[in-house]
């Protein structure tokens, strides 16, 4: 039997989980972000604690900052604004949220961004409307306003071409949920912009012997790379000896299998497992369950698709979810 868990506000279009804090942080089309908690442990109810105002216009995303770093949020605004807010206790003054850190604008949008948490300190990667990336990282961890640029570049696997300024309508990052000496850390990006070159999903290493970060896989078919992209997403990997990305074009979405070791060129070898077609189904956003095994995705159809793999390696859509009004 289906059962409510929490009543969103009217005009709430984002939303995030923080797993470790059972906690939900939604934003709405007000510019106002509001939090949820539930105050007994055995109830799965939960309701609005706090609520505040973030932008005069939208909130088009809201992401939780990990929470070895406190309770925080990252939410992005539709003037292009992202702004970092965190839960504070001064004294005996009651619990607030304030405003630590804001980057971009309306002269330099930010489109998307995530926090990577490697074994190094925190990281926070930002896609801008321009056709930048940027990755920030950390100066102290109870310091979430000192953030310091650490690589600035394109979303090419030659690094060495410049492409002039681009004009991108969004983008989406996933960094690797892997935290380990063995592993780099790494994330997936891809563009939806006017200059193909961007637009193909690309996967981003960084090299701690060189201090830089380097493109390390493309996750498109040779015809493909100039389609535009609408959603990436890393899945966690438990006990996988390679790992399993998902990427969502016009032409639909793609699993592909990533070797975890690279090759004499640094690279590494990649597979697309499968493409489910959208039927002219933009896909919104993707994300991967806590074990790897189950792909969530939304889109302009309004449904919530779950896709698996069944014991022989076949993926398909396992279940659709509906609103009911």
Partial sequence: MEKSVATLDKGTICSSWNYCAQRLATGSVDGTIAIFDTSDPASSFFTSTFRFKVNDGSVVKVVWVPPEYGDAIACICSNGSLSIWEEVTQDSEPV??????????????????????????????????????????????????????????????????????????????????????????SFVLGFNSDTSQLNS??????????????????????????????????????????????????????????????????????????TFPCHNNQIWQMEWDMSGMTLATTGTDGRVRLWQSNLNGVWHEQAVIETTT
């Fill in 96 to 185: 607030q949220w304030k405003q630590c850190k804001v980057f971009g604008g309306p002269m330099d949008q930010v489109l998307d961004s995530q926090f990577g948490n490697s074994l190094f300190g925190l990281k926070m990667t930002i896609a801008y409307s321009s056709g930048l990336v940027k990755v920030y990282e950390i100066l102290d961890s109870l310091e979430l306003k000192n953030w310091q640029l650490q690589a600035e570049f394109q979303n090419v696997t030659d690094s060495v071409t410049k492409y002039g300024k681009a004009s991108c309508s969004s983008a989406s990052i996933s960094w690797s949920p892997q935290r380990n000496e063995a592993r780099p850390s």
């Fill in 201 to 274: 999903p690309k996967v981003w290493e960084f090299d701690k012997d060189h201090q830089r970060w380097l493109p390390v896989a493309e996750l498109a078919d040779p015809g493909d790379k100039g389609d535009q992209v609408y959603a990436v997403a890393w899945a966690p990997n438990i006990g996988r000896p390679y790992e399993l990305i998902a990427a969502a074009t016009s032409k639909g979405i793609s699993i592909w299998k990533m070797a975890s070791n690279p090759d004499s060129d640094g690279r590494l070898f990649v597979d697309k497992v499968v």
